[in-house]
């Protein structure tokens, strides 16, 4: 467990508005639709994407989720204490994704604003190592808190992918402005401290990122939450989560699915198209 976080106390230095987003693939999971969609089909395996962002700026960029840690993955020893399930692991393709696609999109590493990670899920937290020291890494303070708790590989979680940003981690409590044009949204319920994302672009096209509050177009559609770590309140809050993002859509406001497979962008990322959504 680490020492305490330090907040989050200026907006990313960027120039806004954002120009483009970039939908990337890093990775993939066997998951159950019923893990996905409560009330789902149990006996439906879906292979989901697993999916990060980069938000790109005149002047540099801000990455949101990172997917796998590809070195536990490759280390067979690593790989078998972590991914130790009967029924999920990590499907990575070859090479580290999260890199081959920042290199497709022809970004560069010097010039990231900082990360946000939408909550601590091993999918989610894998690439925080690739961040260059001194970019902040960004997380609700109660997904941090639930962390410091304990929460480990039981919960699907990987502490020291976390930890290991050591003075760059940065707390947001609640819907915060984390650079011009990128708003952080509440959408607990998932994990304690499930955080989504909400982009205007500089065309006036609006991206949610529902991350995992949402993780196929069926719970939108169908107005079902998603899976949620067992604490008190979590079904109730993650089901508010849902048809709060479910109520965003509309007009120039679109809301992107964390996995759903057969969703355009993450379709376009995973055929290895360096998609740019202006
Ligand atoms: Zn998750």
Redesign the pocket.
């Known amino acids: 467990m680490a020492a305490s976080v330090a907040p989050l106390t200026a907006p990313l230095a960027v120039t806004g508005p954002p120009v483009a987003v970039r939908p990337f693939v890093v990775g993939y999971e066997p998951m159950r639709e019923s893990m996905s969609v409560d009330g789902g089909d149990p006996g439906k395996h879906l292979l989901e994407p697993v999916t990060a962002v980069a938000v790109e700026y005149a002047d540099g960029w801000v990455l949101l989720d990172t997917g796998f840690n590809v070195a536990v993955v490759r280390d067979p020893e690593r790989r078998r204490e972590v991914f130790n399930y009967d029924s999920y692991t990590a499907v990575v393709p070859l090479g580290d994704p999260l890199l081959d696609s920042v290199a497709a999109a022809g970004l560069s590493w010097e010039t990231l604003a900082g990360c946000a990670i939408s909550?601590v899920?091993l999918?989610?937290t894998g690439g925080i190592r690739h961040v260059p020291d001194g970019v902040p890494v960004i997380l609700q303070r109660r997904e941090l808190e639930w962390l410091a708790s304990g929460a480990g590989i039981r919960d699907?979680v990987l502490p020291s992918d976390v930890w290991d940003a050591g003075d760059d981690l940065r707390e947001i409590a609640g819907e915060t402005a984390i650079a011009p044009g990128l708003t952080a949204l509440d959408t607990h319920g998932?994990?304690p401290g499930?955080q989504s994302f909400r982009i205007e672009l500089a065309s006036g096209r609006v991206v949610v990122l529902a991350c995992?509050a949402a993780d196929l177009v069926d719970n939108l559609d169908t107005r079902r939450r998603c899976s949620v770590v067992p604490v008190e309140g979590a079904a109730e809050a993650a089901q508010e989560a849902v048809e709060r993002l479910a109520d965003m859509r509309g007009g120039d406001v679109e809301v992107w699915p964390g996995h759903d497979p057969e969703f355009w962008p993450w379709v376009a990322a995973a055929r290895g198209e360096a998609l740019r959504v202006e």
């Open positions: 909550h899920h999918d989610h699907v998932h994990t499930h995992d």
